[in-house]
């Protein structure tokens, strides 16, 4: 028991373990900003469908906000959980999400259209967040239409439609990032974006940025995201403006994006590289490419790739760059695998091709070279979820359940495997404990390899982390 809960404190930070509950929207509060006023480190406001006239504050604490979507990843709770912030007690006040209290990425927004700010649309200010699989869309701010982060020390952005914001300048310096602006933040992450429509506007000076401006940020990996059609009006940098320290760029797709001058990439500090990128106009650097990337329907805003798009495939799954190895995400904006079957590269832009059916049966027929346990699917879960693991030899597999105080639950496999690649369910109504409440459980795979490929035996282990939401 002792060695279990060492592999959880050593694995996850100790705010994700804390005693968890769930309060609903409205049922057991009419708005959301009282359901946070009433929660605690580690609960979980969920939210039903419909539209909330709020301007939201975290007021520090590290909890997750989240439409149905969490749920069940039925995305029509993004588009049917409104939060408007177009309705403000005072004009000052304008913002749709405040993370203004020193909040870091145990504090999650998830499964909103966020719109209607008239002071941008979430507002990290010295604090930080993890903003994921929203639409935040027909915001206006200075700085960041859609997102104004300043002074974060870690700042996650992922699987958003980040579309339509307003970046309005009113005096020099302003009118930056219309879709995201970033300054001064110690480490983040922009991924599985698609930026689209999002506009930086200047009265004066020289606006940066359309889609993305990025100012001295130390450390910021940008991979993966579909950048187009966005605007720097008569300034630099219609997709990206990058000012200071030079982020790792990974493939995105950078296309048909606006300024007066460097309409896809504008970086004023000598030389910016960029790796496996479609960049219009071209970008030297390794494994770019400069070819239409042959979208489904723009016109209506979808960005998926068609089956003859030069950027499937096109992209790398890990690159090493200044003896530090970078990873593209292991899923794309709608959770699909990535790459896309199992043993390609990936592809560039926000979305991966579709796992066909031959493409899942080379997957379990493929004999992996390394353990792995992956992280379950779905993940929340309610009732059951998947879960995936790899074995390259004949070993002794134990998978056992644990609960958030390391008691056992569950064992889901205790039996001698041969090399492959296996799926074992896990259902909270029907395992040892029934019912179980919602909150965090521990998947921990034990292996014990009867003879390894070098003639000697050895041991792994590995957990993930699985959350039960009702």
């Known amino acids: 028991m002792k060695n279990l809960i060492f592999t959880i404190l050593l694995f996850f930070p100790l705010r994700a373990i804390y005693s968890q509950d769930t309060i609903h929207v409205p049922v057991d509060y009419t708005s959301i900003q009282a359901a946070i006023n009433a929660s605690n480190n580690g609960d979980i406001v969920l939210v039903a469908d419909g539209l909330y006239y709020e301007n939201i504050n975290y007021r520090g604490k590290a909890i997750t906000v989240a439409s149905h979507f969490l749920v ?74 859609g997102i104004n982060a300043n002074g974060s020390e870690w700042i996650i952005v992922e699987g958003n439609k980040i579309n339509s914001n307003v970046a309005r300048g009113v005096r020099i310096s302003s009118g930056e990032g219309g879709g995201i602006n970033m300054k001064y933040i110690q480490e983040g992450r922009i991924s599985n974006n698609v930026f689209s429509q999002n506009l930086a506007l200047q009265r004066e000076g020289h606006p940066g940025g359309g889609a993305i401006h990025i100012y001295e940020c130390t450390s910021l990996l940008i991979s993966n995201n579909t950048i187009v059609d966005n605007t720097a009006d008569g300034g630099s940098g219609g997709g990206l403006c990058i000012d200071g320290f030079p982020p790792i760029i990974l493939n995105n797709i950078i296309w048909g994006n606006t300024a007066g001058t460097d309409s896809q990439v504008y970086y004023n500090t000598g030389n910016l590289d960029i790796y496996y990128s479609d960049v219009q106009g071209g970008w030297s650097g390794v494994g770019n490419i400069d070819k239409y990337p042959e979208f489904i329907d723009t016109a209506n805003g979808d960005f998926h790739l068609s089956n003859s798009s030069p950027c499937i495939g096109a992209g790398i799954d890990a690159i090493e760059i200044g003896g530090l190895w970078y990873y593209c995400p ?20 926000a979305y991966e091709s579709p796992l066909s059916v031959s493409g899942i049966e080379d997957y379990l027929s493929k004999v992996p070279n390394t353990y792995l346990l992956e992280q379950n699917y779905p993940n929340p879960f309610n009732p059951s979820t998947k879960i995936r693991y790899s074995v390259p030899q004949l070993s002794n597999v134990v998978i056992k359940v644990f609960d958030i105080l390391g008691n056992e639950i569950e064992t889901l496999v205790n039996e001698e495997k041969p090399a492959g690649i296996y799926e074992v369910e896990f259902n909270s109504h029907s395992g040892f404990v029934q019912n179980l409440p919602s909150g965090f459980y521990f998947c921990q795979l034990l292996v014990s390899a009867l003879q390894s490929k070098d003639g000697k035996a050895g041991n792994y282990i590995e957990t993930k982390k699985m959350l039960l939401i009702k």
């Not at 959980?81 to 145990?106: A, H, M």
């Not at 259209?113 to 929203?134: E, F, H, L, R, Y």
């Not at 904006?333 to 199992?342: D, F, S």
Request: hydrophobic share 20%; glycine share 16%.
């Open 330 to 349: 292991l899923t794309d904006l709608e959770g699909n695998p990535r790459p896309n079957p199992l043993g390609s590269m990936p592809d560039m832009g």
């Open 72 to 145: 069940d990843d039925n995305t029509s709770h993004i588009t049917n959980t409104i939060l408007d912030g177009s309705q403000p007690s005072n004009p000052d006040s304008g913002c749709v999400v405040y993370f203004t209290s020193g909040e870091d990425t145990t504090s999650v927004i998830c499964g909103f259209t966020i719109t209607g700010g008239n002071n941008g649309g979430i507002n990290c200010d010295s604090s930080g967040a993890k903003i994921v699989n929203n639409h935040i869309e027909e915001n206006e701010n200075g700085h960041g239409g």
